[in-house]
């Protein structure tokens, strides 16, 4: 089992940045691939992004894509996510989720077994 905290939400205007890190504990992080979602209100939980256990792939939504980058540091046990170019759109409570095997479709929620308590990203216009 692994349990997972993610942090670095918060109000950021159009157009600015946020890094969302993912803390996990528990088994070894590097036995994970991991994903990040989001959910804004009133809206179904959306795939954003996710990684291979090794890092060596990465999977984007195509409304992420070329503004959110997906890394991870295995040694320090956390994952990230990088937010530029943020939108209105992306405002959002966002998720970390970890999953025990490298196959798949990456974007499925089912896929994913443990998951973070969320963060809030807000972005004003």
């Known amino acids: 089992q692994v349990q997972l905290v993610e942090s670095g939400g918060g109000l950021v205007q159009a157009g600015g940045s946020l890094r969302l890190s993912c803390a996990a504990s528990?088994?070894?992080?590097?036995?994970?691939?991991m994903g990040w979602f989001r959910q804004a209100p009133g809206k179904e939980r959306d795939f954003v992004a996710a990684?291979?256990?090794?890092?060596?792939?990465?999977y984007y939504a195509d409304s992420v894509k070329g503004r959110f980058t997906i890394s991870r540091d295995n040694a320090k046990n956390t994952l990230y996510l990088q937010m530029n170019s943020l939108k209105p759109e992306d405002t959002a409570v966002y998720y970390c989720a970890a999953k025990n095997f490298d196959s798949g479709t990456y974007y499925r929620i089912s896929e994913y077994l443990y998951w973070g308590q969320g963060t809030q990203v807000t972005v004003s216009s």
């Open positions: 528990g088994r070894t992080f590097s036995m994970y691939a």
């Open positions: 990684m291979t256990m090794s890092g060596g792939r990465t």
